[in-house]
């Protein structure tokens, strides 16, 4: 049964029919949406604990009630993933979260992942039939995080079956979200699958550029463990166009590719001072402190700062700025270019920095770096912006307010403007298709790339974008290939 009659039929299962007779749709909707527990902001940025403590079964009995189990589920077309959202959601309104986890496994390789890091207020919530009706959708994201969370607590997943194998080998460049999901959906299907990794740990931007406060990497690895058990294969400290080429893969018989390398080059400015000591992008700055353990037992040093400046206003940029709390500094300033409103970054994350001591400078650019006689950052030159008209995006583009030009004391700045994928491997395949942007070429509808084995997901493709999406990516460039291979 494929995902979309799944969907339609497992409706009229009798226990959903019962479950819907039993309170009327105005009872639902009259019932509050659950707010998520957190630790108390002062406690929290003397530590790396998971802030959001997840909800209680009951909460998440009540919260599922809520859901009217609808007709035409909007919800699931709001899943990059495409999971049966309704039918794990009555799960737990009946109690039977084994089976509400069992449901989000089939469509999703990271659900515990997911339940904590996508913006579902912009995917599934937004879709919810109870926004229409003028109340707070149903927390889909909580939800998830539930009922994943339940089953690895309560060991109650069952033992991953491997499948026969088809004997033919698959290759996946990163680990990241994009080439997980892909492994998943592979080793389901009884390929021979291999994932290899240029860094020491697997899990990709999972580990290195999301921090544990917001995802431990327990639960990153309890994901990948799992994928284990189905006979995925993993390799660590392997740059595939540099350790090994695409074409040695091609030897060693691996009938097909999917490149996900994320997108790990960081960007900056062009603006003056950017080479100073003390001014370094939000890649490297996570990266040393989640993947090295900077300042915290692990050998790998960091630069710390009293005044620290974060540029951007993505989830990247309240990363970096709530971990720069983390790690001593008495003031973490944010700086961006537009207003709060057209900041990219989840509310709930922009929340959680403002209730960590995080200031918000808004409508403020940086024009120039100043350094001391050391060549160490001093200062930071920043000009003062006006909202003009929107851009390609339809955001308002800022404008300059002239004369409006500030200094301000800081000693170190970070900055979280964007990135951009890495060429090793774009570079390597001969006839391989490549962006203005650098990132590799593929049709939307099945991830396929110019050079017919070789697929391609996630930030290697968007450039810089979120987990579920890159987890889209991957499912379907599973579906793709497989049909090809087969």
């Not at 550029?209 to 284990?228: K, M, T, W």
């Not at 540099?242 to 091609?250: H, Y």
Request: glycine share 10%; hydrophobic share 40%.
């Amino acid at each position: 049964m494929d995902e979309t009659n799944d969907i339609i039929q497992s409706r009229d299962e009798q226990w959903r029919v019962d479950l819907r007779a039993s309170r009327s749709p105005k009872e639902r909707t009259a019932i509050e949406r659950v707010a998520m527990p957190q630790l108390d902001p002062q406690y929290r940025v003397t530590c790396n604990e998971e802030v959001n403590r997840g909800i209680t079964a009951e909460q998440a009995m009540r919260e599922a009630t809520r859901c009217l189990d609808c007709n035409n589920p909007q919800c699931v077309t709001g899943c990059p993933v495409g999971i049966n959202i309704p039918k794990f959601i009555k799960n737990i309104e009946r109690g039977d979260f084994a089976q509400a986890a069992a449901t989000l496994k089939q469509t999703s390789s990271l659900p515990a992942v997911c339940g904590r890091v996508c913006p579902q207020e912009k995917q599934c919530e937004s879709h919810c039939i109870h926004l229409k009706m003028k109340h707070p959708a149903v927390a889909i994201g909580y939800l998830e995080r539930f009922a994943a969370d339940w089953q690895r607590e309560h060991g109650a997943e069952e033992p991953a079956r491997r499948p026969a194998s088809n004997g033919i080998k698959v290759a996946v460049v990163g680990s990241g979200p994009a080439g997980l999901s892909f492994a998943g959906d592979m080793a389901k299907l009884g390929y021979e699958v291999t994932v290899f990794e240029a860094l020491h740990e697997i899990g990709g931007v999972l580990k290195y550029g999301i921090p544990e406060f917001r995802l431990p990497n327990a639960i990153v690895d309890h994901e990948i463990d799992g994928l284990r058990q189905m006979g995925v294969t993993f390799v660590k400290n392997c740059i595939i166009g540099r350790t090994v080429t695409i074409d040695e893969l091609c030897r060693q018989g691996y009938k097909g590719v999917f490149v996900a390398s994320g997108a790990g080059f960081p960007r900056f400015m062009d603006i003056p001072g950017e080479n100073l000591s003390g001014v370094m992008s939000s890649n490297e700055y996570l990266t040393r402190i989640n993947l090295m353990e900077a300042g915290r037992g692990g050998d790998t040093p960091v630069m710390r700062g009293r005044v620290i400046a974060v540029v951007g206003g993505g989830n990247t940029a309240m990363d970096s700025a709530r971990t720069a709390r983390r790690m001593g500094a008495e003031r973490v300033i944010l700086v961006y270019r537009r207003s709060e409103a057209e900041m990219p970054a989840r509310l709930e994350e922009v929340g959680h920095a403002k209730e960590e001591g995080v200031e918000f400078m808004t409508l403020h650019n940086p024009v120039e770096y100043l350094g001391d006689e050391r060549g160490r950052v001093r200062a930071m030159r920043v000009q003062r912006m006006e909202l003009g008209e929107p851009d390609a995006s339809g955001r308002r583009s800022p404008v300059p307010v002239e004369g409006a030009v500030e200094d301000i004391a800081v000693d170190l700045v970070i900055v979280a403007v964007g990135v951009s994928p890495n060429q090793l491997v774009p570079r390597s395949v001969p006839g391989l298709e490549v962006s203005r942007r650098n990132t590799i070429v593929v049709d939307d509808n099945t991830m396929q790339s110019s050079v017919p084995f070789l697929y391609a997901g996630g930030d290697i493709v968007r450039g810089g974008a979120t987990v579920i999406l890159a987890m889209g990516d991957g499912r379907r460039a599973a579906q793709a290939m497989h049909k090809q291979l087969s």
